[in-house]
């Protein structure tokens, strides 16, 4: 089964792991963690060093055993998230074997990825929540697992523009909606909050931040298209995600 780990038990039990999550977590510590502090995403890191971020691995994520350990990793980690801290995230990473790390192309990873939320969803037997339309196309939707909201972050070997999309390994990270509570445009928290992260990320990927990055909720905000950022400005007309529940509402 699925385990959920903390910073602080991987760093202490580093040589049990297989080498490539070995690798996986060293090499996201080194991005997160560098000494310059130069990483955009400001909760992330001090979620990190804060030992709040909880970390699983997955298999290759084109295989039915992933969906069933990230099905079992956000299960338990809905249960916990609140328990974790302010700056909470669940972390999976992915077995990415060199036919799928050398390979495969952005938009081939763009489709491994919604194929994940989809198939994870069906895999969830919560029903849906009731507030939260099922429908991608409507500004209230969001991915949703055992009845807990996440913004859902995705990294890949193929992003190059983007360096804050670029893992080694396939990646992907979920967001509690909770901890968008105090980070949001209605505090004046969220909007500095909001501006530093920006100004950082331009700097970190030397390129514009992309257009489809805004706040949740906006009528005008489309959450999905924040999900997986491409290295251009390009997004796909419409989401590939299917949700998969008969009990569905939108």
């Known amino acids: 089964?699925?385990?959920?780990?903390?910073?602080?038990?991987?760093?202490?039990h580093m040589v049990e792991l297989p080498h490539w999550q070995q690798d996986a977590f060293s090499q996201f510590t080194t991005m997160i963690a560098d000494p310059g502090g130069s990483y955009p995403c400001i909760p992330g890191r001090l979620g990190f060093l804060s030992n709040?971020?909880?970390?699983?691995?997955?298999?290759?994520?084109?295989?039915?055993?992933?969906?069933?350990?990230?099905?079992q990793l956000l299960q338990e980690y809905g249960?916990?998230?609140?328990?974790?801290?302010?700056?909470a995230s669940l972390v999976i990473f992915f077995k990415s074997p060199k036919d799928l790390s050398n390979n495969f192309s952005i938009e081939d990873y763009e489709q491994i990825f919604w194929s994940v939320l989809t198939r994870v969803n069906a895999a969830d037997t919560t029903?849906?929540?009731?507030?939260?339309?099922?429908?991608?196309?409507?500004?209230?939707?969001?991915?949703?697992?055992?009845?807990?909201?996440?913004?859902?972050?995705?990294?890949?070997?193929?992003?190059?523009?983007?360096?804050?999309?670029?893992?080694?390994?396939?990646?992907?990270a979920f967001q509690p909606r909770w901890v968008f509570e105090e980070i949001n445009d209605s505090t004046v928290m969220g909007r500095n909050m909001k501006k530093l992260i920006r100004n950082k990320l331009v700097e970190y990927d030397n390129i514009p931040a992309h257009p489809s990055l805004k706040w949740y909720g906006q009528e005008d905000n489309l959450e999905w298209r924040q999900y997986f950022l491409r290295d251009d400005e390009s997004v796909l007309s419409k989401c590939p995600y299917t949700h998969m529940k008969n009990k569905a509402k939108s």
């Open 1 to 12: 089964m699925a385990q959920l780990n903390t910073k602080v038990w991987l760093d202490k």
């Open 52 to 71: 709040n971020l909880r970390f699983g691995f997955a298999a290759d994520p084109r295989s039915d055993q992933a969906i069933t350990e990230v099905a």
């Open 79 to 87: 249960k916990c998230s609140r328990d974790t801290g302010k700056y």
């Open 127 to 172: 029903p849906w929540p009731d507030h939260i339309s099922t429908d991608p196309s409507h500004h209230s939707w969001e991915f949703c697992f055992d009845g807990h909201p996440y913004f859902a972050f995705c990294a890949t070997p193929a992003h190059v523009l983007r360096r804050s999309r670029h893992t080694p390994y396939f990646v992907i």
